[in-house]
């Protein structure tokens, strides 16, 4: 490896660069390290620290946060940043014209929903006030214990107005770009690589031990890997499976597999023949044998998803997640015949697509196989880049595609808030008003029992309607350096590189 203290990884292409539009975890990686939070991710899976605020506190019926910013917070260019900042980002985010799919995270702050969904057009009426320049109130619609790990979501990061009235859309290009966080964008060729530098001006400088950090585009295993095993990065995610199977067997010592809370699944477009009829969506997911897809495509490091929200939450907050269907060949039979496609005939053309990477493509072949020897329908299937699958599956213009959802903090809401019909990432345009009703219900609860039981009565309507198809339940398995310290695994893969070191003082 160069020795110039740069740390170096592999991402596939962000689709943005702006904190207000991110929504995928290629662009929070990028803009989590330029980009820098009221509190910030700690290494592992420790509680949330100070970031740009130096202290919070909670109202006794937990309902206000009240956040104190550090003194002489500057922009990269040296423009100071203050509680209105923060404010005037979040309201940006929320505004329509954004046109933002990270904005419903913001919708525990009252009156946000209403503003973003444009039922209210007064901005005032969102409940973030700045106090004086170093001062941020935040009332929330209701009381939520996650509230500061949600808070160091990308949604919450600030933005600098002053750049983006400058320079409009092309504010986020490395000429233009202007950050809060421990690094800067320098460089940006989307199909080669992006360079980060340190950031001078950021307010902990002082401790940041990398000078940079280099990221690598990448769309397959097997290109991560090279670049690891040739010695060009020291992070190489996601990897093949069945070089993970042999690694686990042989001990390899640079390699590491962790839990992560994440989920992987189709989305059927439920607006869209045939997908529009629930029998025809329960058949495409008994069809599937996902114990077998575990131990036979992913080398059984992963564990098979019968439902959403995985079993983990158990021992999390004492939740215990519904199992949807079973695989089941003759039942998957039946409900296609009772829809009118009786052993597939009558059949309409159907592609299923998904974004390149090796993994997927086994996976689609294994889907497709196993629907055409269950069901008797032929599917094709199509690979494209991340950011063109995302303009389809945004857009409505799919039938059924390869996405998936990782927490952006570790409440089940984070995955059951996906299918609000008023949702921008709702990608398989679900809408049940019961559902609705059940996660403003789930968002108002304060006791952890009757919370458990909404968030039951949720997952089985959505058991019940099936917008998706779950797969399986993500673990990683990453190749990392030894000369790496701070790197510390994270149930939600959320590495603040801040806290990363090459030489040893990583974590601090």
Known sequence: MPADNMFRCAQNNPEFLDPNKVAETAGSFFVGQMFETLLVPAPGNTPVRPGQAERWEVSADGLTYTFHLRPGLVWSDGVPITARTFRDSWLRGLDPKTASRNAEQLWYIKGA?????????????????????L?????????????PELATYTAYAPVPLH????????????????????????????????TMKKNPRYWDAANVDL?????????????????????????????????????????????????????????????????????????????????????????????????LLADSYRGRIGYVPVAGDDFDAVAARAALADAGYPRGAGFPKVELLFNTFELHRQIADFATRSIAENLGVELTSSNMEWKSLLKLVQSGDFSIARTSWCGDYTDPYTFLGVFAAQSKNNYPRYANPVYDGLLDR?????????????????????????????????????LLRPEVSGFLPQILDDHYLKWVSLRGRGGE
């Not at 929903?113 to 320049?133: M, S």
């Open 113 to 133: 929903k209403a503003f973003n969904t444009g039922t209210e057009t007064n901005p005032g009426t969102v409940a973030i006030r700045a106090v004086d320049d």
């Open 135 to 147: 001062t941020l109130e935040v009332e929330l619609t209701s009381p939520a214990a996650f509230f």
């Open 442 to 478: 789930i968002r108002k609860e304060t006791d952890n029992a009757e919370r458990n039981a909404l968030i039951c009565a949720a997952e089985k309507v959505l058991n019940r309607d099936l917008p998706i198809i779950p797969l399986y339940f993500y673990t990683r398995a990453y």
């Open 163 to 194: 750049v983006i009235e400058a320079h409009g859309a092309h504010w986020t290009r490395p000429e233009n770009i202007v950050v809060n966080g421990p690094f800067i964008l320098t460089e940006f060729a989307p199909r080669d690589r992006a």
């Open 211 to 307: 000078d940079g950090v280099i990221i690598f585009s990448s769309d397959s295993e097997s290109r991560n890997e090279l670049l690891y095993e040739t010695g060009q990065i020291h992070w190489a995610y996601p990897l093949g499976p069945d070089h993970v199977a042999t690694w686990l067997k042989s001990g390899r010592s640079d390699l590491h597999v962790v839990d992560n809370l994440c989920t992987y699944y189709y989305v059927m477009n439920t607006t869209r023949p045939p997908f529009d009829d629930k029998r025809v969506r329960h058949a495409f997911n008994q069809a599937i044998d996902k114990r077998r897809l575990t131990t036979s495509v992913l080398s059984s490091f992963q564990q098979p998803a019968p439902n």
